[in-house]
């Protein structure tokens, strides 16, 4: 199935390193991030895995629950986390999905329906497991990110995303382009002048179209 944004997320039956659940029990009422990857013990993932391990303070500051996904099972990824702490000085103490059967991968459009794993397989095979979503609360994608093998991704913008997720979920506005934390936000054009002003006190009307006000 494609997950299209503001689609609430199957509730998957999770295999992980930290025991079994499902995805809706695990997100609970958290913002909840899962980034997935093609395999075990590779360069990349490893850089990566240590990048999110390191951040551990930040998505607790922002109540946000992270779990990764790789297509190994629970012993491989087990053994995988010491060589993850070992390269970034910070324990990966997030679950891993073992996606070793390709249902999770499948399930999240990550994968077509017809792939499998072939007897020796590398990490091109599952190619395409290279994915961040970004959950609300309430169980949907607010935010997906596809990248290839050979890009790292950037964690500080993942970051950033969230903190404009969660600064603009159920409130009428939005963020301007390169936006961080703490700065102006857009009001949204589901407010007349008056409207806005009354919501959030001073607005900059900059164009009809394009006014802004202090983040709430």
């Known amino acids: 199935m494609a997950l299209r944004i503001n689609d609430t997320v199957p509730n998957l039956d999770l295999k992980t390193d930290l025991g079994d659940f499902k995805l809706h029990d695990f ?8 980034f997935s990857h093609p395999k075990d013990f590779t360069p990349v993932c490893t850089t990566e895995f240590g990048a999110v391990a390191q951040l551990a303070a930040e998505w607790e500051k922002r109540g946000t ?4 996904l790789s297509v190994d099972g629970v012993d491989e990824h087990v053994e995988w986390k010491a060589d993850i702490e070992k390269f970034s000085g910070a324990p990966a103490k997030f679950p891993i999905i073992a996606d070793d059967d390709l249902a999770v991968s499948k399930a999240l459009d990550m994968l077509p329906a017809d792939a499998y794993l072939a007897d020796g397989r590398t990490a091109a095979d599952s190619a395409s497991v290279r994915v961040v979503f970004i959950f609300s609360p ?10 290839p093998m ?10 950033r995303a969230l903190d404009a997720l969660q600064a603009t979920y159920q409130t009428p506005i939005a963020t301007p382009a390169n936006w961080v934390s703490g700065q102006d936000v857009i009001v949204a054009l ?26 709430p």
């Open 65 to 68: 629950k992270v779990i990764g």
């Open 190 to 215: 589901s407010l007349n002048d008056d409207e806005a002003k009354a919501k959030f006190g001073d607005i900059d009307i900059k164009l009809p179209y394009l006014r802004t006000t202090k983040q």
């Open 138 to 147: 309430d169980k949907k994608l607010q935010l997906a990110m596809t990248y």
């Open 27 to 34: 997100i609970g009422d958290s913002w909840t991030i899962l």
């Open 150 to 159: 050979s890009i790292g991704r950037n964690f500080a913008e993942v970051l």
